[in-house]
């Protein structure tokens, strides 16, 4: 059994219109968001193995303020640029390279893959994912292989505005 988390990131900013898409940073609601979403992450028993993130700065801020928050160690954070708005397939492709050894993984990354991937996993949950919303499910599968696999039993779905 493998555990994925898909974390949307939190808010950013679009205050200077200047800056690339990849270099827009979190915004004051973001900065706020992301450590109360890791209190949840651990109130929901999330204990990750690898934390998986994409280098966009918004992604990578949200990750490093979530492991920090998780006692996860910053050291440990790997980021991947494929998960920069990474499609269901790109995504998946991503999940199935890493190591059979990590038994839980947290994805911070981007919308629409997140919501597509998290909808076809849990074709019940027919949602949007948030800003700094996430979604962990629980696959019956001994590696991170998930092509053929679209099943999957919610764990915990949650998000910024959820009443708690």
Request: hydrophobic residues 40%; aromatic residues 6%; proline residues 6%.
């Given at each position: 059994?493998?555990?994925?988390?898909?974390?949307?990131?939190?808010?950013?900013?679009?205050?200077?219109?200047?800056?690339?898409?990849?270099?827009?940073?979190?915004?004051?609601?973001?900065k706020?968001?992301?450590?109360?979403?890791?209190?949840?992450?651990?109130?929901?028993?999330?204990?990750?193995?690898?934390?998986?993130?994409?280098?966009?700065?918004?992604?990578?801020?949200?990750?490093?303020?979530?492991?920090?928050?998780?006692?996860?160690?910053?050291?440990?954070?790997?980021?991947?640029?494929?998960?920069?708005?990474?499609?269901?397939?790109?995504?998946?492709?991503?999940?199935?390279?890493?190591?059979?050894?990590?038994?839980?993984?947290i994805?911070?990354?981007?919308?629409?893959?997140?919501?597509d991937?998290?909808?076809?996993?849990?074709?019940?949950?027919?949602?949007?994912?948030?800003?700094?919303?996430?979604?962990?499910?629980?696959?019956?599968?001994?590696t991170?292989?998930?092509?053929?696999?679209?099943?999957?039993?919610?764990?915990?779905?949650?998000?910024?505005?959820?009443?708690?």
């Amino acid at each position: 059994m493998k555990t994925i988390t898909l974390l949307r990131h939190a808010k950013s900013s679009w205050d200077n219109t200047d800056l690339a898409d990849f270099d827009r940073p979190l915004n004051a609601r973001g900065k706020k968001n992301a450590p109360d979403m890791a209190q949840r992450l651990k109130a929901a028993g999330i204990r990750p193995s690898l934390i998986l993130s994409s280098p966009a700065k918004r992604a990578w801020s949200t990750a490093k303020i979530i492991a920090t928050k998780i006692t996860y160690p910053i050291e440990f954070l790997q980021r991947d640029r494929d998960l920069y708005h990474a499609g269901v397939n790109r995504l998946i492709e991503v999940l199935a390279s890493q190591d059979e050894g990590f038994e839980n993984i947290i994805l911070v990354a981007h919308n629409p893959g997140l919501t597509d991937l998290a909808n076809e996993l849990i074709p019940e949950l027919t949602t949007n994912l948030p800003t700094c919303g996430f979604v962990s499910v629980l696959v019956d599968v001994d590696t991170w292989d998930l092509r053929g696999r679209r099943s999957a039993e919610l764990i915990e779905y949650n998000y910024p505005k959820k009443p708690q």
